[in-house]
DNA sequence: AACCACGGCAACCGCCAATAT
DNA sequence: CATATTGGCGGTTGCCGTGGT
């Protein structure tokens, strides 16, 4: 345990080379920030301008590391920075994002504006990762193709089935087609089609498990291809800004706050729904 | 009501690359 | 060219809220 008290927190002293403590340091303030420091350290960078980290946060007064004023900005008090759940398609994102490009979390953070790297490293390891551990997967490309296989499929189904339940219980539409054919030019199919892509390669485990549950992959290979070619291309054409589908709930709310809590939650459905089909989990 | 276990997440740490001196 | 500083990144820690007993 590092601070014992984190609103007293201070650093143990560091010393010299002598073993003499050195006194400067003992003045730096560490753990959680205080409303006035966040006041100190936006209104510093309103007037000045980021960078310089060591020497804007001596300037403004604060008695932390450049380090730790630089990531209080960029992972908290940024004016951009979202707050508050991820959206199924943001989670969807960053599992296509992470199948390709792994712990890049700054690159995958890159395309979901408004979402830290910090956020999404924390989303994925105590979400994603731990159903990976859950679920009987030992390797991680296992995992990764159960992700694409059911998972992704999954997320997709109910992101559908929760938007049309919305539907009928507030008389307003279902996920907007517009947005569907953004995210996913198959979705809005799904339910009626029987077809199963060729182009999907999945582990037969993962394979009988989609057969099993009147799954098809025809979404999933929607979305995966989508992903490749934006990645191919250098992303621009499918990112969370590119298809508006950030602006587009904040402007249609066509999906709820209780809506939104009940989808990331998904995960947690669908590890059941694992278990009630036979997959191994360990609990 | 009290205690405990657990999960989420903010913050820190160490390392490395780029840049400045 | 060598050294110092800065910025960025991924991994880890531990506080705190919440739910279960």
New binding site residues.
């Given amino acids: ?4 008290d ?2 007293m ?1 201070m ?1 143990p002293l560091k010393k010299s080379s002598l073993g003499i403590p050195i006194e400067e340091d003992s003045e730096l303030r ?4 205080t409303l006035e420091e966040d006041t100190l350290l936006i209104h510093y960078i309103t007037r000045h301008g980021e ?5 804007l946060a001596k300037s403004a007064g604060l008695k932390r590391t ?3 004023c ?3 900005w960029l ?2 008090l940024k004016p951009d920075i979202k707050r508050g759940n991820l959206t199924p398609q943001e989670q969807l994102l960053i599992l296509e994002l992470h199948s390709k490009w792994g ?5 995958i953070a890159r395309h979901l504006p408004g979402r830290t ?3 999404i ?3 994925w ?3 994603v990762q ?1 159903r990976a551990r859950q679920v009987s997967v030992d390797d991680g490309k296992g995992f990764v193709e159960a992700v694409r296989c059911f998972w992704m499929p999954r997320l997709l189904r109910k992101v559908d089935e929760t938007s049309s339940f919305k539907g009928m219980m507030s008389s307003q539409s279902s996920v907007p087609s517009e947005l569907l054919s953004c995210m996913d030019p198959s979705l809005s199919t799904i339910k009626h089609s029987s077809e199963k892509s060729s182009s999907v390669t999945c582990p037969t485990s993962f394979a009988n498990i989609s057969e099993q549950t009147e799954l098809t992959s025809p979404s999933t290979y929607g979305h995966s291809q989508m992903v490749n070619e934006a990645c191919n291309s250098g992303i621009s054409g499918y990112d969370m800004e590119s298809i508006s589908a950030v602006g587009f709930y904040e402007e249609s709310n066509w999906i709820s706050d209780e809506m939104t809590d009940a989808l990331w939650n998904i995960d947690e459905m669908m590890f059941r729904e694992l278990e009630e089909i036979g997959i191994n989990t360990i609990i």
Avoid: C, F
């Avoid at 345990?1 to 014992?4: D, E, F, I, Y």
């Avoid at 560490?30 to 920030?33: I, T, V």
């Avoid at 712990?103 to 690159?107: A, E, F, L, P, T």
């Fill in positions: 345990m590092l601070n014992a984190p609103h927190a650093p560490r753990g959680p920030w960078g310089r980290w060591n020497m450049g380090k730790s630089r990531l209080r992972n908290y712990n890049r979390w700054s690159k790297d910090n956020e490293k924390n989303y390891r105590t979400r731990k």
